[in-house]
Nanobody, 113 residues
Framework: QVQLVESGGGLVQAGGSLRLSCAASGSTFSINVIGWYRQAPGKQRELVATISRGGRTNYADSVKGRFTISRDNAKNTVSLQMNSLKPEDTAVYYC???????WGQGTQVTVSS
């Protein structure tokens, strides 16, 4: 089992920045790919970014060039630096180990126009 705890959400104006963090605990040795999904009101949950243990990254087209995912394998943490935020980035952001179906509780990100 893996437990994921997110932090760092909040309210920011358009054009601003936020940094999300996720701390993993439990059977963290089993984690290869870890990342972030998000779900806006009335929409399906969607991929934001993932990163493998070796550092290979994958981003949604909508966030490329604005968001950066990183991880610290020694500390079992993954972070998402979000720059140039837009109102359409407003959502609940979930830390996830997608291939093992582990999810955090989510953190709200709200971007005002």
């Amino acid at each position: 089992q893996v437990q994921l705890v997110e932090s760092g959400g909040g309210l920011v104006q358009a054009g601003g920045s936020l940094r999300l963090s996720c701390a993993a605990s439990g059977s963290t040795f089993s984690i290869n790919v870890i990342g972030w999904y998000r779900q806006a009101p009335g929409k399906q949950r969607e991929l934001v970014a993932t990163i493998s243990r070796g550092g290979r990254t994958n981003y949604a087209d909508s966030v490329k060039g604005r968001f950066t995912i990183s991880r610290d394998n020694a500390k079992n943490t993954v972070s998402l630096q979000m720059n140039s935020l837009k109102p359409e980035d407003t959502a609940v952001y979930y830390c996830t180990v997608p291939l093992r179906n582990y999810w955090g509780q989510g953190t709200q990100v709200t971007v005002s126009s």
